[in-house]
């Protein structure tokens, strides 16, 4: 994901500005061939292969989801997925436009927004460093309050140091606490339904990175002012800490079955 939007960054601020917008939607568009290269290398899980599990029926699937012992933690992970990938897309995919919207030209905007990316890839790789020192619970809840207060310091900012800082600071600990959720969330189900569990919860996700995108255009063609809607996120990062709190168990060190 943070290497994603770097090369994106990069496509943005090297190749719009000389050749085009298409030629920049064929590059990103040619990511996508890999698939069908990667898909040959993943394998099932011997230890799913092994316990003799067929392959589960979505709906039956769900219900035991949301059914104990699986209530809390699809609760908890459900939640917690929205919100990250609501603020997520909401806030890094209008990052160019909101630096255009704040005085920035197109060009300065697309490399100041390379700058601010570039800090999620130490966010990342720090995170997978700390879960198994810290936890999982600790560390996604850490990196969630960092991305909360990161996300309200670059609403309110109004200089360009100001700026950089916040966004640095906010793809830092943002893709950290998506890291630490992709290790979290396989582990909060047995091998039965673990696949369906963590991959649901994705899925989920993926609405929320629907609405945050569509919400803050909205919001800014209604002249809600930046401020008010990077608060907007740090509330959904906020009910996201909550929901690891109460709802989530640490994981690190447990057996998995």
């Known amino acids: ?18 050749w085009g917008w298409r ?11 890999y698939a069908f290269y990667f898909r040959r290398g993943i394998k099932e899980s011997p230890v799913y292969l092994a316990a003799g599990h067929r392959k589960p029926r979505f709906w039956a699937t769900l219900v035991q989801l949301w059914r104990p012992p699986y209530l809390r933690a699809t609760a908890m992970l459900w939640i917690v997925w929205f919100m990250v990938v609501f603020s997520y897309y909401g806030m890094f995919l ?89 290790a979290y969330s396989p582990e909060q189900y047995p091998g039965s339904v673990r696949s369906s569990g963590s991959g649901l919860a994705a899925g989920v996700g993926r609405i929320g990175g629907i609405v945050g995108p569509l919400l803050v255009g909205s919001l800014i063609a209604s002249g809600v002012s930046f401020a008010s809607i990077f608060a907007i996120f740090t509330a959904a990062i ?11 168990r640490e994981t690190m060190g447990q057996q998995l079955n």
């Open 238 to 248: 906020v009910i996201a800490v909550l929901a690891v709190m109460v709802l989530g």
């Open 23 to 33: 030629v920049a939607m064929v590059l990103t568009g040619l990511t996508a061939v």
């Open 1 to 18: 994901m943070g290497g994603g939007l770097v090369g994106r960054g990069l496509i943005s601020y090297f190749v719009i500005p000389n």
């Open 94 to 182: 209008w990052l160019p436009s909101v630096m255009q919207l704040k005085g920035f030209s197109m060009i300065s905007s697309f490399g100041y927004v390379l700058v601010m990316t570039i800090a999620q890839l130490p966010g990342y790789f720090t995170a997978a460093w700390l879960i198994e020192k810290w936890g999982r619970k600790r560390v996604l809840a850490t990196f969630l309050l960092g991305t909360a207060a990161a996300a309200l310091g670059f609403g309110m900012a109004t200089s360009l140091a100001w700026l950089l800082v916040m966004g640095m600071l906010l793809s830092f600990f943002n893709l950290g606490a998506w890291g630490a959720l992709y």
